[in-house]
């Protein structure tokens, strides 16, 4: 369906043009019409169908339909991640370019005091991660009780990351009288109970099954030996000219190591991580997005956290302990209707983790195989001596140095 048939307003549709889009997806074509007519929805959709969109242009045009004079927040978008933050916020600002809304983004990692000027002079949108907006709340910075629409992104992530009582008690701070719109990937017992206690008799959106795979995307696995992960995928990216790559690790170590490796061997690299400075993670992410950088190697804070167009691979270079997070993960490609491959490196301490995954998928990913493939840095690293006399001259003269040594010591 295009989206001149949802009943949006002509300035909401030269903005979606203007992005490129003209058909909308089922979530957005099921969402929006029951946003417009003022009911809550519960939006269940696979990751990368759209549904940043489906919240963002009915909220732009209620707000805009509804204008009022006083600057106070009408709507408040919460997110797990500063990066989806920053993403959300992007969406609405394209899409609201031609209505007269402002907009404003409030996370940790940077200077507060940008922020606090931007609330004095008053917004109608705003978009934030709980720990900074409580941080308003407590400086008495932010004002919430004209908040119209309450918009919950990617809800089950914000409650596995331990989000709900920072959620709890901003809810305090809200009119009761709201509409209240939830959407995310997965539906766990702690979003069940949530949508009880928060969401009033929601229009209930539900495009796909959480346990299905998005559709665009090509899964891979490849056996591979725990000390060899790095030089296949070095292997990989090379011999099939990778320009953009997504690489997920389980820790913030690990995601620092193989970025130093690739960049060892000519293979631009970032990595992006919760010790990242917010202004280390932002540039990292503008660089990859650009395609200065090919590699961008992340840990699952990233997972939801980024809205790469396009992007054309993700590789787990280790499994996650969730196949939910391999869900997430993989849904980073494969985005919009356009095709995407994710390959994961198996180690044999991780099928029973992969065990997990395809049980949870209901099938089994299929498997591809890789041979002789060289060592990352082998002609350095495994170089061999040129004589053995040289060897001899050296355990020579450490034995002479070992026997001066003895002497000194009897002395």
Not at 4 to 32: R, W
Not at 214 to 231: G, L, P, T
Request: proline share 4%; hydrophobic share 40%; aromatic share 4%.
């Amino acid at each position: 369906m295009s989206f001149d048939k949802l009943g949006l307003l002509p300035e909401l549709l030269s903005a979606v043009k203007s992005q490129g889009y003209e058909k909308c997806t089922p979530i957005q074509e099921k969402s929006i019409p029951s946003v417009l007519a003022g009911r809550d929805v519960l939006g269940n959709a696979q990751t990368g169908t759209g549904k940043t969109a489906a919240f963002t242009l009915p909220m732009l045009q209620l707000l805009h339909s509804n204008k009022t004079e006083n600057k106070k927040i009408r709507a408040l978008v919460l997110v797990p991640t500063r990066e989806l933050a920053a993403q959300v916020e992007e969406c609405v600002r394209n899409y609201g370019q031609n209505l007269d809304l402002k907009a404003l983004c409030v996370f940790g990692g940077v200077p507060i005091n940008p922020q606090l000027k931007a609330l004095k002079q008053g917004i109608d949108i705003l978009v934030a991660t709980p720990g900074r907006l409580i941080d308003h709340l407590q400086r008495k910075t932010v004002d919430l009780s004209r908040v119209e629409i309450l918009i919950l992104d990617e809800a089950d992530r914000m409650l596995d990351m331990g989000f709900i009582n920072d959620i709890n008690k901003i809810m305090v701070f809200l009119p009761p009288k709201r509409q209240t719109l939830l959407f995310s990937a997965t539906h766990g017992k702690d979003v069940k109970k949530f949508i009880g206690e928060q969401l009033h008799n929601p229009d209930i959106v539900k495009i796909a099954g959480e346990k299905s795979a998005a559709d665009q995307v090509k899964q891979v696995i490849y056996f591979v030996e725990k000390n060899r992960k790095r030089d296949l995928l070095a292997h990989l990216i090379n011999t099939g000219d990778w320009k953009q790559v997504l690489v997920f690790t389980r820790t913030k170590h690990a995601a620092n190591k193989l970025a130093l490796q690739l960049e060892k061997v000519n293979i631009t690299a970032s990595a992006i991580h919760a010790n990242k400075s917010q202004n280390a993670r932002t540039r990292a992410l503008a660089n990859f997005k650009a395609g200065e950088c090919r590699v961008l190697v992340a840990t699952d804070i990233a997972a939801r956290g980024i809205d790469i167009s396009n992007l054309p691979h993700v590789v787990n270079f280790e499994l996650p302990n969730s196949p939910k997070d391999y869900v997430h993960r993989i849904g980073r490609t494969g985005r919009a209707g356009v095709d995407g491959t994710a390959l994961s490196l198996v180690s044999n301490e991780e099928k029973e983790l992969l065990d997990k995954v395809e049980k949870f998928l209901k099938w089994n990913i299929k498997r591809e195989v890789v041979s002789n493939y060289p060592r990352l840095g082998a002609p350095q690293a495994y170089a061999p001596r040129k004589s053995g006399g040289g060897q001899k001259r050296s355990q020579s003269g450490s034995g002479q140095r070992q026997q001066r040594s003895n002497r000194r010591r009897r002395k």
